[in-house]
């Protein structure tokens, strides 16, 4: 069966690639594809064939998902590894055979009518079994029953050793075809599936394309930079210079073939892809219905309509039936379907061709991006290739990136620039070469045309930069607020200063970047050059053998609330002192406070009293309870009186104090009522 080369692939960077297979699929009209079993799913979900002539594919066949052993031992031929006759025979117990034996001179045991030349007899019938004795297996017998000419027309039983036969021909079809099933797939490979493609005619040309897991195609770039001019005290450190970038393209042949003249494609971006079980073969638990017995009481009539209805007349579309029609391709569902129309030979074309735009090699294609590769490339089987995908000079710059997130101490040397490619850059290494030497190796991100990229290649350990951070808390401003609460607004700093010192014996260009608090804002510092989504950054311009200091200063502005009558005078002056608030607010703010500190002086002395109270009513309960058992004549009687004189006199005490506690507390709502009145005023 003839085989479909590869004459086109398209590789993704998410793992998947698209392949295109053309041939003829020569006389037998059939072409087999091999693919690896975890392929299957995407086989199923991709796979469309297109014949290039008047040919029609028929179908698509695959085989099953079952492992081989699996499905060997549900055969109806089982054949083991060391008994592979002992079992054929047995398998075919009551199928027509017929065995070649070999002469063992024992005359009786062979039909004369069915000797042969030679030193072999064929005896035929059908096969009844096989005794075998486990203490003797070369004493192994086959049953055979012959009828017709080989036992006079009467059905007989004839045993034979198993040891003389030196042939079997099966006459039963049906077991010749178990047996052919059983040996096809006994040498199909287990991680391996097969898929046919028949179709209606034969010596037809054959386009497949599918989708199959591939690995994901990989970048690396030369970069080559020639500075403008050779500074003073340094030469090949120019802040600008001309860049020339090379992109490579790794691509992997993870086929069983080899890939010769085909057509190639990478492509840049992130399509969605999934893998759906489709190989799996499902059986859904149907519920199980009953029967039921239905009887029609007499005959069903309908009466005529008086009038059809708008909807239903026979102009109208059928309102059941006037379904839109399926937005499809019908030339290629035809065509699949066997039922096109001839068509005049033509090129290799997709039926969908026409609705989409040819693009041009290094341009969009919708969200993605493609470098068609522009000679047809060879890849040898289990092997890898470099294509070129990528060759511009564009302008460079070399400046020294300090982040301290990424690398303490030393700034990274550092060419950007913008991507005035026209092409997309995938993400990839690259090696960069300065003055025909190598500097160093960096990481290129993915940059989209006209963004500009950074490669930092080289640690510069002669610029030493120390940051150093240090915070505070800063009152900006006290105002009255809402009931008796002051809103203290006070900044948290943060301050951060590097120190640098350049000891080369040139100038550098340096670019401090700093991450972005988005709850921070910058003051008393310079604007930043450039911000990104998380850093900003700040260029200067650092002298050769020199040092100096760059700070940023940030802060966070927090609004804090603080009651009045927690105010302690001790703060209210600090207030002042430091000119939070003016004079004439804090006079009013201490007669408040002066309120509220009479409020709690009389809060104090209503807490004393009562405790006092508390205490002389505890001893009038025990001076009672002494008085209980006492008499009224004699000594128990002068004790007594003295107990009744004391209970009289803690009882004068206990309403002393609560006709005090009584009039304290009446002060209480009058200071209120003006402590709320002069903090109305105040706000």
């Not at 059983?182 to 054959?206: C, F, G, H, I, M």
Request: net charge negative; proline share 6%; charged share 25%.
């Amino acid at each position: 069966m003839p085989n479909l080369p590869v004459k086109r692939m398209v590789l993704y960077k998410h793992g998947v690639g698209f392949f295109e297979r053309y041939g003829s699929v020569g006389s037998s009209a059939a072409v087999t594809l091999t693919f690896k079993k975890e392929e299957m799913n995407d086989i199923l979900k991709s796979l469309a064939a297109f014949p290039q002539g008047e040919g029609h594919v028929v179908n698509v066949s695959y085989e099953t998902p079952e492992e081989k052993q699996a499905a060997l031992a549900k055969a109806p031929i089982v054949l083991s590894e060391n008994e592979a006759l002992l079992d054929l025979v047995r398998s075919l117990r009551g199928r027509a055979v017929r065995f070649h034996l070999a002469e063992n001179g024992d005359e009786a045991s062979r039909p004369q009518s069915l000797t042969t030349p030679g030193s072999e007899f064929v005896v035929s019938g059908c096969l009844v079994g096989v005794d075998q004795l486990e203490a003797q297996p070369e004493s192994t017998l086959i049953s055979i029953m012959t009828v017709g000419a080989e036992a006079d027309s009467t059905p007989n039983l004839r045993t034979y050793p198993l040891s003389q036969v030196r042939g079997l021909d099966i006459l039963d079809p049906q077991s010749g075809n178990d047996l052919r099933y059983v040996l096809e797939l006994s040498q199909a490979r287990e991680d391996k599936r097969s898929v046919t493609v028949l179709l209606d005619r034969p010596n037809e040309n054959l386009l497949v394309t599918y989708v199959a897991p591939t690995p994901t195609w990989r970048v690396s770039y030369r970069l080559v930079y020639t500075p403008d001019q050779a500074p003073e005290g340094g030469a090949g450190n120019a802040e600008t210079g001309q860049l020339l970038i090379q992109g490579w393209g790794i691509v992997d042949n993870q086929l069983d073939e080899d890939l010769e003249n085909v057509s190639l494609t990478l492509i840049a971006g992130q399509p969605i892809s999934f893998v759906y079980d489709l190989y799996t073969p499902r059986f859904i638990d149907r519920p199980q219905i009953q029967d039921e017995e239905r009887t029609v009481p007499g005959p069903v009539m309908f009466q005529e309509a008086l009038m059809a209805p708008a909807s239903m007349a026979p102009d109208a579309p059928d309102a059941f039936y006037a379904f839109e029609e399926p937005s499809i391709d019908f030339e290629m569902s035809r065509s699949f379907m066997g039922k096109a129309s001839s068509a005049p030979a033509a090129p290799m074309r997709r039926s969908l061709e026409n609705a989409t735009q040819v693009q041009a090699t290094g341009v969009a294609r919708g969200e993605l991006f493609q470098y068609d590769v522009g000679i047809p490339v060879t890849i040898k089987r289990g092997q890898s290739a470099m294509v070129p995908i990528l060759g511009a000079t564009l302008a460079g710059r070399k400046q020294h990136l300090f982040n301290s997130e990424k690398l303490p101490d030393h700034p990274v040397v550092t060419i950007s620039a913008t991507n005035t490619t026209g092409l997309i850059l995938e993400r990839g290494p690259a090696t960069v070469l300065e003055a025909d030497n190598y500097v160093g190796e960096a990481v290129l991100a993915f940059t989209s045309d006209q963004g500009e990229f950074f490669v930092p290649y080289a640690v510069d350990l002669g610029v030493q930069i120390t940051p150093d951070v240090s915070s505070q808390e800063e009152t900006a401003a006290i105002a009255f607020g809402q009931n008796d609460y002051l809103i203290h607004d006070w900044y948290r700093i943060t301050q951060t200063t590097y120190t640098i010192e350049n000891r080369n014996p040139y100038p550098i260009k340096l670019v401090i970047e700093q991450r972005i608090h988005p709850q921070n804002t910058l003051f008393d510092t310079p604007e930043p050059v450039e911000i990104t989504a998380e850093f900003q950054r700040w260029r200067m311009t650092v002298p050769a053998r020199n040092s100096q200091t760059f700070i940023v200063k940030e802060r966070q502005q927090i609004a804090r609330q603080e009651r009045v009558s927690d105010l302690s005078y001790e703060t209210l002056q600090r207030y002042l002192d430091e000119k939070f608030i003016d004079k004439n607010f804090y006079e009013r703010l201490h007669d408040i406070l002066d309120l509220y500190q009479q409020v709690r002086q009389i809060e104090r002395e209503v807490k004393h009293r009562t405790q006092q109270q508390e205490r002389f009513a505890q001893q009038q309960q025990e001076a009672a309870d002494k008085l209980n058992p006492l008499g009224r004549d004699g000594e128990e009687g002068n004790l007594r009186r003295r107990f009744v004189a004391k209970i009289q006199e803690l009882e004068d005490e206990c309403d002393r104090l609560l006709r005090e506690i009584a009039e304290l507390q009446q002060q209480v709502p009058a200071l209120q009522q003006r402590i709320r009145q002069q903090l109305q005023r105040l706000g």
